[in-house]
């Protein structure tokens, strides 16, 4: 995974160094809610560790700040099951750095570059219909929404819970 540099971000493969920052992120209540559910946890520290391990064989982006070098999200590319070469993306942002432009520069940035090296088709993202600051954000993007999808999550919180879809297509 390459590195990518915008004017305020530094964008890199997640890194087992970056474990403090991301369980800052995932264990606050909000954030976790607007991502499943599944609140983090240091109380099982052997369960925490492998699921960094995990992490760090992933294609995730660690959004990190230049001028201080801290990790405040991070992006996420999963493989996408399409007619066409896809992804699946997701991003978390820590609650201390929203509504500051950092998650659309820094999504902006990963989808033009998978656009501009041809690494990539199309783009797809699903959101609960309740964050509403993810789907302005989604929106904001150029992202077409594409339907909603019945009880396609098991919330961990709420149960069967809907997503909402949306793609964007490189030649569209």
Same mark, same amino acid.
């Given at each position: ?12 493969? @997640?890194?087992?160094?970056? #474990? /403090?920052?991301?369980?800052? %992120? ?7 809610? *607007? ?25 995730? @982006?660690?959004?990190?700040? #230049? /001028?201080?070098?801290?990790? %405040? ?7 996408? *099951? ?91």
């Amino acid at each position: 995974m390459d590195r990518i540099e915008t004017e305020r971000l530094i964008l890199r493969q @997640f890194e087992f160094s970056d #474990k /403090d920052d991301l369980f800052e %992120i995932m264990s606050d209540e909000q954030t976790s809610l *607007d991502d499943g559910g599944y609140h983090a946890s240091k109380s099982q520290d052997k369960q925490y560790l492998a699921l960094m391990e995990i992490l760090c064989r992933q294609q995730r @982006f660690s959004i990190i700040l #230049k /001028d201080n070098q801290k990790m %405040i999200g991070m992006i996420n590319l999963q493989d996408d *099951d399409r007619a066409v070469s896809s992804y699946e993306l997701g991003f978390v942002m820590n609650p201390n750095y929203r509504r500051k432009g950092y998650t659309y520069e820094a999504v902006q940035a990963v989808i033009d570059y998978y656009f501009e090296h041809n690494l990539v088709q199309m783009f797809s993202v699903s959101c609960f219909p309740y964050n509403k600051a993810s789907l302005k954000l989604i929106e904001k993007l150029g992202f077409v929404y594409e339907g909603k999808e019945h009880k396609g999550l098991n919330h961990a919180v709420y149960g069967p819970i809907d997503l909402l879809c949306y793609y964007k297509d490189k030649d569209e």
